[in-house]
């Protein structure tokens, strides 16, 4: 079974600030790792994903995430807020089944907001 | 660029009306998903298919229905709508063995029962 935690429901930075999103997986075999973004009254788009290889995974908007096996973690990072940058944000994980089987499995979300 | 829509993007709506919720996908994809989601909350996955002929029922109770006749269409109906069933309405769909398997959204249906 897989699961998807992500630690904090609201995070706020100032802008030009670190953005740290935390999500921790469980997954009984080698996960891909999502983390997408949801703009009011939008579906969510894809931000990044974690498939196989490199751990750190540059995304768009100036995002990324590291994949930590040890930590069973995969936290989105940004340098520097932008005032754009404020939205929901879900961690998503998925087994590496080839199989009609395969699920992926969203976190609850995070709102990060940005103030000025 | 994701290619999967969703119509209508807003819907007001009667108590006891039937309505459908319209979603396709031009990506030859073959799982596709419903997910219902109030305002800032999370995502509950009430509907998926594995392919064509194939519909199960996901983790949150929901009163709709759903059919998979064509690989690109996955239409959601609700026979009598209901204030309760106020909320939006995500579709999403992701293909078996693609690089990465990274699922594609649409723009999703905003529902008002009234």
């Known amino acids: 079974a897989q699961s998807v935690t992500q630690l904090g429901s609201h995070v706020s930075v100032s802008e030009g600030a670190l953005v740290l999103l935390r999500c921790n997986y469980s997954?009984?075999?080698?996960?891909?790792l999502f983390w997408y973004v949801q703009y009011p009254n939008q579906g969510l788009q894809l931000l990044l994903k974690?498939?196989?290889?490199?751990?750190l995974v540059k995304g768009i908007n100036g995002f990324e995430a590291e994949f930590k096996k040890s930590e069973t973690s995969f936290h989105l990072t940004k340098p520097s807020a932008h005032m754009s940058d404020a939205a929901e944000y879900f961690c998503?994980?998925?087994?590496?089944?080839?199989?009609?089987?395969?699920?992926?499995?969203f976190g609850s979300g995070t709102r990060l907001s940005i103030r000025p | 660029e994701a290619d999967i829509y969703q119509t209508p993007r807003y819907l007001v709506i009667g108590t006891g009306k039937k309505i459908t919720l319209e979603c396709s996908q031009t990506?030859?994809?073959?799982?596709m998903y419903w997910y219902q989601q109030d305002p800032g909350m999370e995502l509950h996955l009430i509907h998926y298919?594995?392919?064509?002929?194939?519909?199960e029922k996901g983790d949150l109770s929901s009163e709709s229905t759903v059919s998979r006749i064509r690989t690109e269409h996955f239409p959601l109906t609700l026979e009598s709508a209901r204030p309760s069933h106020t909320s939006q309405y995500l579709c999403?769909?992701?293909?078996?063995?693609?690089?990465?398997?990274?699922?594609?959204f649409g723009q999703g249906t905003r529902l008002t029962v009234v």
């Open positions: 999403a769909s992701r293909q078996t063995g693609g690089q990465g398997g990274e699922a594609f």
């Open positions: 997954s009984s075999v080698p996960p891909y």
């Open positions: 974690y498939t196989t290889g490199a751990t």
């Open positions: 998503a994980v998925s087994d590496q089944r080839y199989s009609s089987a395969s699920k992926i499995i």
């Open positions: 990506m030859g994809h073959d799982k």
């Open positions: 298919s594995y392919g064509v002929n194939s519909t």
